[in-house]
């Protein structure tokens, strides 16, 4: 079945660096979507970024990705990262053959300190 | 936009017994709900996808005796948690996706019934 594997457990960084948030997928489908989750505390998951276009990068609220199939990655990125990004971040798959059922990834923490 | 309501927000069960939630679509047409659960310190799991006029399918683990679900129109659905125990504690989500959201196949999810079993 399908597959989400994410940078594990808690990414601490210092306000102002870069944020790198990995997601590596695996699929029998030749056309998956890759989304990407934020979640804060007591809140619902919200969508943060989506992408099912090859080898282009999508962007949303300083936040960047590029689907890359041959390498079946979906890397969250931000060049520098505020407080407020502290939360849980969720990659997803699903395919298009299947729009409704999202496999999440296990979740990486990002706490950004000042 | 589209904006999806879940309620209760909140519930406490004693064990054994059973609980209801519920899942509104507004402003879109819900073709699809899909029933997540995010047990405490875990991802989200699918318990099952309701398609309006189709099968419900639920996916391993979880049954319809357990969590059976109703989706009667567009707009709701609603699952209950019949005879909850310890691990049936956590998050509820729903997610319900725009039948003419062909394309970007977004799910747009509730804030999520958080279910406490005693």
């Known amino acids: 079945g399908d597959s989400v594997t994410q940078t594990e457990g808690l990414v601490t960084l210092t306000e102002g660096l870069p944020v790198m948030l990995n997601c590596t997928y695996q699929t029998i489908y030749s056309n998956p979507f890759l989304f990407w989750y934020v979640q804060h505390l007591n809140e619902s998951p919200r969508l943060l970024l989506k992408?099912?276009?090859?080898?282009k990068r999508t962007e949303h609220q300083g936040f960047h990705a590029t689907l890359h199939k041959s390498s079946s990655s979906f890397h969250l990125q931000k060049s520098s990262a505020q407080l407020s990004d502290s939360a849980l971040y969720y990659c997803a798959l699903s395919d298009t053959g299947s729009f409704n059922k999202l496999t999440f990834g296990a979740g990486t923490r990002l706490a950004v300190c000042p | 936009g589209a904006l999806v309501y879940q309620y209760p927000r909140r519930t406490i069960c004693k064990s054994g017994t059973s609980m209801r939630m519920e899942c509104q679509a507004v402003?879109?047409?819900?073709?699809?709900v899909a029933w997540y659960r995010q047990s405490p310190q875990k991802t989200f799991e699918l318990i099952a996808l309701?398609?309006?006029?189709?099968?419900?399918?639920?996916e391993q683990n979880f049954t319809q005796e357990k969590f059976p679900i109703s989706h009667p129109n567009l707009s709701f659905s609603s699952m209950t948690v019949l005879n909850a125990y310890l691990e049936d504690r956590g998050l509820y989500l729903c997610?319900?996706?725009?039948?003419?959201?062909?394309?970007?196949?977004?799910?747009?999810f509730g804030p999520g019934t958080r279910l406490t079993v005693l």
């Open positions: 402003g879109f047409q819900a073709t699809s």
């Open positions: 997610g319900a996706r725009d039948r003419l959201d062909f394309n970007y196949a977004e799910q747009f």
């Open positions: 992408s099912f276009t090859d080898n």
């Open positions: 309701s398609t309006v006029n189709s099968a419900i399918k639920y």
